[in-house]
């Protein structure tokens, strides 16, 4: 999803614009053939988390349901003249990513995270959901990343409050700022306050190791997008 809309939001021209535009980004990514759409879950604007999350799944749901009806319609169309270049959509999920927390944010915590996709889930019956986790969000709410005890404990308890079968994509960043800053701050890989060594446990954990990785990492003086992958893979050649 772009950045800017927020579908957490009380201001209602605000969420109306930001629920269309998920509406929009879901039937694109059917069209496109894209099977996971991210969401960046937003921030309540002091209108409390119980608000922030209930104008989410507002908005989940009406962008499932838009979608439907497109997909309906296009599907009929498609039907009526098999020429005109419509085809069936394909089914998409919505990915909700892990915040820094932020002041008022949500969804930084892995317990709130499973409340609301426990919510997400049980409000739609047509909808589908999975998680992303960002390792500079995670290490910025509080979760430790920095050797491979503490990665397995970190992941042990994502298992246990929001299930890592619901894992399916990782944004891999190092973090500017240190444990528990709520500052969302990324930093290149192995020169934060992470470090490689922690990075590295992380990615050859068995519930990471298979999963679709995003690297969301600066592009300065120090390194670009190139390096920063070089990195990662002499990472991954170490043993």
């Not at 509406?23 to 991210?38: F, N, P, Q, T, V």
């Not at 960046?40 to 608000?51: A, E, Q, R």
């Amino acid at each position: 999803m772009p950045y800017l809309p927020n579908l957490s939001s009380s201001d209602s021209k605000l969420h109306k614009k930001s629920t269309d535009t998920l509406a929009d980004e879901l039937s694109r990514s059917s069209i496109l053939g894209i099977h996971y759409l991210i969401l960046h879950l937003g921030s309540h604007g002091g209108k409390g988390k119980g608000n922030g999350i209930n104008q989410l799944t507002k908005a989940c749901n009406f962008a499932f349901d838009n979608y439907y009806k497109l997909s309906s319609s296009a599907a009929t169309e498609k039907k009526e003249n098999d020429n005109n270049g419509y085809r069936a959509k394909d089914s998409v999920t919505i990915i909700l990513e892990n915040s820094a927390g932020e002041k008022n944010s949500i969804a930084s915590k892995f317990d709130e995270l499973a409340l609301i996709f426990d919510k997400l889930k049980s409000s739609t019956d047509r909808g589908s959901f999975g998680i992303c986790l960002d390792t500079c969000h995670v290490f910025a709410a509080g979760y430790d990343l920095r050797t491979d005890d503490v990665v397995d404990d970190t992941l042990d308890k994502f298992n246990s409050e929001v299930g890592l079968k619901n894992l399916k994509v990782i944004h891999l960043n190092d973090s500017k700022d240190n444990l528990n800053s709520n500052r969302d701050r990324h930093e290149h890989i192995g020169l934060g306050k992470i470090g490689k060594k922690g990075l590295r446990a992380l990615l050859k954990h068995e519930a990471v190791s298979k999963l679709p990785i995003i690297m969301e990492t600066p592009i300065d003086g120090r390194r670009k997008d190139a390096d920063n992958m070089k990195v990662v893979l002499d990472m991954l050649d170490k043993e």
